[in-house]
């Protein structure tokens, strides 16, 4: 039986957004559920119910009412809210007639580049309205494309919602991602408009782009103008200034072209580390729902609250950031070094900005853990409710020392989710129990399994994570895919009529479950398949270990393969660490755990929202040459493949079978 570290309150239906949810049901639909398991069962068997009640509780305002709720069901061709007109960014802004919205503080904007920015919903709606009347000078028109060049700074936002308020289709890269990924992606959308900064401060030190600007613009033969924004002491030449763009006061509150529900919203790129990056269409309906839904029922998001959550503009994350607006609540936007000028240090702006839900990586938990930090004691974090933790699991020891720092006071809130989805699967609310090592269970609204390989749902044991149901923030599909052929043959070719997520997954019989890393890169051993995130709980746990990286190589004879383990740390990786190693996996895990291979690397390759990299390195170790693998731009480290090339030169780029300890 696993820890239980917490359990909902006695006062958790008084006092959280779910509960007022859930006092709604019963005044509204005479509805009663007395727990989180019969309100989710509900949620994933009348879908119209469920989601005509998200709709209606958080008053989503149609210019045209929907005929249905669900027009078609089944997967992929789903067709949701027909005949309904909307749009995401007056949601997002708020209603222009309220004195005290106007007054509300909206955005919070910490940055090494410049002084502090604050923002707030009147003077939000101001500049959006001001950009979007810009945009239109430009020439830009329902369904155009507006791309971003550009960091997590408010003109970003700003930007954004202009973009959505005329029913163009966003899409964002990071300025420190390199000319090729950024025209890898935006190439693909022939954007009108492009937008981006010309340099930016990380920590210390001035990065300037505007050769990689030039070079983009040059390679964007459908962008019409660009527009730059000023943020540090350099400028793009022959660009169009932010102040230009936003020169001509409104002519009256901000106009909201009415678009269908499945109108393009804004467009994700998957990581691009095995080739051209997909780009995938959400919609306006979808994600104002889903992202409802989320932010209220599971982060308890309500007016008056601020969210903090590290990211860049490329993760999806950036966008269910920018979506607290759509309960009224506050957001912080942070740009440059998120541990600089040491580790504590978004646990110092969580304390200056009064965050409510703060989002971190595991990988910063369990590096403070390791350091001593005590930010319960150092920090004033009183307003904080809810700690947030995505992008990759999160070891039982995180989960113990979160609940040591904090209590029951804060949940701890661990999820897993996507950019295919943009938002949370799996997660946890103030109506549900927190287990040491696991997340609580699947989200509101998603029928989340486990499938063996035959299609048939499988508790107890690891099986590929996939969805039954629809869902609204589900991809309109692939941006350039008009047959929809990339899109089924990415989700639905496993499972006919089923979403497969790709991650690896064991459900207990209550609901709560492990997520035990990408199912691609799951470890067949001796036909025994082994997830690597409990590879990375025991090893990292270990003083000696700061990042680790495993990777199974099969044998094509039919035996138990090699299994090899990369280790990064301050220590030396001499016999008596492999010893020491290799027998805490065997006593932790099992036998079959334990490496044929422990080699010791200078840094574990990752992408840029944390991701390591286990299926390119597989690739590299069997003779691939690593720029076909993954772009240097979508590493956080461009430096961190070539260990692993140097190593498969050592091993001649071929499996070489092993056997288990």
Not at 87 to 115: F, I, K, P, W
Not at 255 to 280: C, Q, R, W
Not at 419 to 438: F, K, M, N, Y
Request: with cysteine; hydrophobic share 40%.
């Amino acid at each position: 039986m696993s820890e239980i570290l917490s359990t909902p309150g006695p006062r958790v239906r008084d006092e959280s957004e779910i509960g007022r949810y859930l006092r709604w049901l019963e005044a509204e639909r005479q509805l009663s559920f007395p727990d989180y398991d019969s309100l989710w069962q509900w949620s994933v068997t009348d879908l119209e119910g469920f989601w005509s009640s998200v709709w209606e509780f958080f008053d989503v305002r149609p210019h045209t009412p929907p005929t249905a709720v669900l027009g078609r069901r089944s997967m992929p061709d789903t067709e949701w809210f027909p005949g309904a007109t909307l749009n995401y960014a007056e949601h997002a802004l708020g209603r222009e007639n309220s004195a005290e919205d106007a007054a509300a503080v909206a955005v919070v904007a910490h940055s090494q580049t410049r002084a502090p920015v604050e923002l707030t919903f009147g003077e939000l709606r101001d500049q959006v309205a001001r950009a979007r009347a810009g945009l239109l000078r430009l020439g830009v028109r329902k369904g155009d494309r507006v791309v971003a060049y550009l960091p997590n700074i408010p003109e970003t936002l700003v930007a954004f919602l202009a973009t959505a308020s005329i029913g163009a289709v966003w899409a964002a890269c990071a300025p420190e991602f390199g000319p090729r990924s950024v025209v890898d992606r935006f190439a693909q959308l022939e954007p009108k408009v492009l937008l981006t900064v010309a340099g930016y401060h990380y920590g210390e030190r001035d990065v300037d782009r505007r050769t990689e600007v030039a070079e983009i613009a040059a390679q964007l033969p459908t962008v019409e103008r660009v527009v730059h924004v000023p943020y540090g002491p350099h400028t793009v030449p022959d660009a169009l200034g932010w102040a230009e763009l936003l020169a001509e006061p409104a002519p009256g509150p901000v106009p909201f072209e009415p678009v269908p529900f499945d109108h393009p919203l804004f467009v994700l790129f998957s990581s691009g580390t095995t080739g051209i990056p997909k780009a995938i269409v959400h919609r306006h309906g979808g994600i104002l729902l889903e992202h409802l839904k989320n932010n209220a029922l599971s982060w308890d998001l309500k007016p008056g609250d601020r969210m903090l959550w590290f990211s860049t503009t490329a993760w999806m994350l950036w966008n269910t950031l920018v979506s607290a607006l759509l309960v009224r609540a506050s957001i912080v936007m942070i740009d440059g070094n998120p541990v600089h000028p040491e580790l504590r240090e978004q646990w110092r702006i969580a304390e200056e900005t009064g965050a409510t839900l703060m989002g971190v990586s595991p990988g910063y938990l369990m590096a403070c853990r390791k350091a001593g930090v005590r930010p319960a004691e150092e920090f004033d974090l009183s307003r904080l409710r809810q700690l947030g933790a995505a992008g990759s699991p999160l070891a039982a020891d995180g989960f113990r020392w979160v609940a040591k720092q904090f209590g029951e006071r804060v949940l701890l809130n661990v999820g897993c989710g996507g950019t295919d989805v943009c938002t949370g699967i799996l997660q946890g609310s103030p109506l549900q129990t927190v287990r040491a090592g696991e997340i609580s269970g699947p989200c509101l609204g998603v029928a989340a399994y486990a499938y063996d390989g035959e299609g048939k749902r499988v508790v107890g044991e690891l099986g590929e994570l996939v969805i039954t149901e629809p869902m609204p923030s589900m991809p309109v599909g692939f941006w350039g895919d008009t047959d929809g052929s990339r899109y089924r043959a990415a989700y639905f070719e496993e499972y006919p009529g089923v979403w497969r997520h790709g991650d690896w997954v064991r459900f207990a019989p209550e609901g709560h479950c492990i997520v035990a890393g990408r199912s691609d890169a799951t470890l067949n051993r001796g036909g025994v398949r082994l997830g690597t995130a409990e590879f990375y709980a025991v090893v990292e746990d270990l003083p000696e270990v700061d990042d680790s990286l495993v990777v199974h190589i099969e044998d094509p004879e039919g035996g138990n393969g090699e299994l090899l383990l990369f280790v990064a740390g301050p220590a030396e990786l001499d016999d008596a660490l492999r010893t020491k190693i290799a027998r805490t996996l065997r006593s932790a895990l099992s036998p079959r755990h334990v490496p044929d291979v422990i080699e010791r690397v200078p840094a574990v390759p990752r992408n840029r929202t944390g991701k390591k990299l286990e299926v390119p390195v597989k690739r590299i170790l069997l003779g691939a040459a690593p720029e076909s693998v993954a772009s240097a731009d979508v590493l956080a480290d461009p430096r961190s493949l070539d260990t692993f090339v140097q190593y498969a030169a050592t091993r001649g780029g071929t499996a070489r079978p092993g056997s288990a300890s």
